[in-house]
């Protein structure tokens, strides 16, 4: 299995507090999530997000509806937390967030380690549309959490 990397970062004008809590609410993770997607939370949701906290959510990708459940392994704040797939679309998918102060906010890092499942089919599907799928969507991110943060629209 060849897991990828994605690795993306971005600098925010707010405290480190302020940004952990920002993406520690579950909310936002709708708000920062493309459109396109038709990206849902089920129910029951969590109150907040904590280590063994678990997401359920629905989303449409290239026409195909997906469920996709996830769950919190590392909650510390205010420097990182790891979300994992625990059942969804890859045969690995861990995202790491990690939170650094900076001088005027803070250095917002996501890595994500994900694998493809399928064996060569799989691989093929990553260099058609899954690679470029999944930088459109943290494309999407990076600019609405800047376009939310800078606008002290943190909620």
């Given at each position: 299995m060849k897991v990828h990397l994605l690795e993306r970062e971005q600098?925010?004008?707010?405290?480190?507090?302020?940004?952990?809590?920002?993406?520690?609410?579950?909310?936002?993770?709708?708000?920062?999530?493309?459109?396109?997607?038709?990206?849902?939370?089920?129910?029951?949701?969590?109150?907040?997000?904590?280590?063994?906290?678990?997401?359920?959510?629905?989303?449409?990708?290239?026409?195909?509806p997906i469920r996709w459940t996830t769950a919190i392994d590392e909650?510390?704040?205010?420097?990182?937390?790891?979300?994992?797939?625990?059942?969804?679309?890859?045969?690995?998918?861990?995202?790491?967030?990690?939170?650094?102060?900076?001088?005027?906010?803070?250095?917002?890092?996501?890595?994500?380690?994900?694998?493809?499942?399928?064996?060569p089919l799989g691989a093929l599907a990553h260099v058609a549309f899954?690679?470029?799928?999944?930088?459109?969507?943290?494309?999407?991110?990076?600019?609405?959490?800047?376009?939310?943060?800078?606008?002290?629209?943190?909620?």
């Open positions: 600098r925010v004008p707010l405290d480190v507090d302020q940004t952990f809590r920002f993406f520690g609410e579950i909310e936002n993770l709708e708000r920062i999530t493309p459109p396109w997607l038709r990206f849902r939370i089920l129910d029951p949701r969590p109150d907040k997000l904590t280590a063994g906290a678990r997401l359920e959510y629905s989303l449409i990708l290239h026409r195909f909650w510390e704040p205010p420097g990182r937390f790891t979300d994992f797939q625990v059942r969804g679309p890859y045969a690995l998918w861990q995202h790491t967030h990690t939170f650094v102060p900076v001088e005027g906010g803070t250095l917002v890092t996501d890595e994500v380690r994900y694998a493809i499942p399928y064996g899954v690679r470029r799928d999944l930088r459109r969507i943290f494309d999407y991110r990076r600019d609405t959490v800047a376009a939310l943060l800078d606008s002290g629209a943190a909620g």
